[in-house]
């Protein structure tokens, strides 16, 4: 066995096993579901893809952290810092137009119903609408930024050691794989209703599809800035902007199976990046994580 596998089958084992001991501890001591606890809860478990990584990289393989790509790079890469906080406006902006045009559902503008919906004390005034329209986009956009680093948690384990690391010479197929297995690792909170609350069971073959588009998006952002943290804010951006404009907008109004961020009707807008991507050759492999793998391969064990 190479390293490089013994490195990919110890990590699953540690980001799988930590994660779901993490959370299958508390949700089953307490019932969790659909309570602002379980938000809470689940942050512990998020960070196992990175420990998983951490582990792997300084005790198992002993390949170090010279392609973890760790630092920022703001000044050659703020194209893709950008790119990663308006793509969830533009993703729901195009799932509010097809749920409207299917008639699966009509987005609700008139914001204030909803947020009063989740928080049932707040009182706003309708006039208000517009006033919320200009102002709540860039709270979100602010609240994404701020919670990137937990997103390094995910990321620096599946964009920044797994989908190197699994047919690095594919970089499609490793990011087809990456999508299908960081799917099946949110099973846990999948079926309690975390992403698709009426539909737990659909969700599990619904939820991989969409991280296999985000593991294209995702790993594509990887190569062109060099740096794991504009992956971190892309998968910031989706869940705090993305999940929580999407909440607002069909709370009440639609199944969020299709127009969660993550439904069915996302994979047309995201689908169509992810096309792009591969199909003007954007997804390529990195020369210096395929000369650590190398590296590793030839020691075997």
């Not at 799932?95 to 409207?100: E, K, N, P, T």
């Not at 045009?101 to 204030?112: M, R, V, Y």
């Not at 169509?272 to 210096?288: D, M």
Request: net charge positive; proline share 5%.
């Amino acid at each position: 066995m190479s390293k490089n596998t013994k490195g990919i089958i110890s990590y699953l084992a540690i980001a799988f096993g930590l994660a779901w001991l993490l959370w299958e501890i508390p949700l089953r001591l307490g019932n969790f579901e659909g309570t602002s606890m379980f938000q809470l809860i689940i942050v512990p478990g998020a960070f196992a893809p990175a420990i998983a990584a951490l582990v792997v990289r300084k005790w198992i393989t002993g390949e170090g952290f010279a392609d973890a790509s760790l630092y920022p790079k703001f000044k050659q890469s703020w194209r893709y810092y950008l790119f990663s906080l308006l793509l969830p406006f533009i993703v729901t902006a195009t799932i509010a137009v097809l749920a409207a045009a299917s008639g699966i559902g009509k987005a609700n503008l008139e914001i204030q119903q909803s947020i009063t919906a989740i928080l049932p004390g707040a009182n706003i005034n309708p006039s208000m609408t517009s006033f919320l329209w200009i102002v709540l986009p860039f709270q979100f956009a602010f609240n994404a930024v701020l919670a990137t680093p937990l997103l390094w948690g995910e990321e620096f384990g599946w964009r920044g050691y797994l989908q190197l690391r699994l047919f690095p010479e594919r970089p499609l197929l490793a990011a087809v794989l990456t999508g299908i297995i960081w799917g099946i690792w949110h099973y846990p909170l999948n079926l309690r209703g975390y992403n698709y609350p009426e539909h737990p069971l659909l969700g599990l073959l619904v939820f991989p599809v969409s991280c296999i588009l985000l593991s294209i998006i995702l790993g594509w952002l990887r190569t062109k800035s060099g740096s794991i943290w504009t992956v971190c804010l892309a998968h910031s951006a989706t869940n705090a902007i993305g999940g929580t404009l999407t909440l607002l907008l069909f709370l009440g109004r639609a199944d969020f199976l299709f127009t969660g961020y993550l439904g069915i009707l996302s994979w047309l807008p995201l689908g169509a990046i992810a096309a792009w991507i591969v199909f003007t050759g954007r997804l390529k492999a990195e020369k210096a994580a395929n000369a650590t793998i190398d590296l590793l391969q030839e020691n075997t064990s």
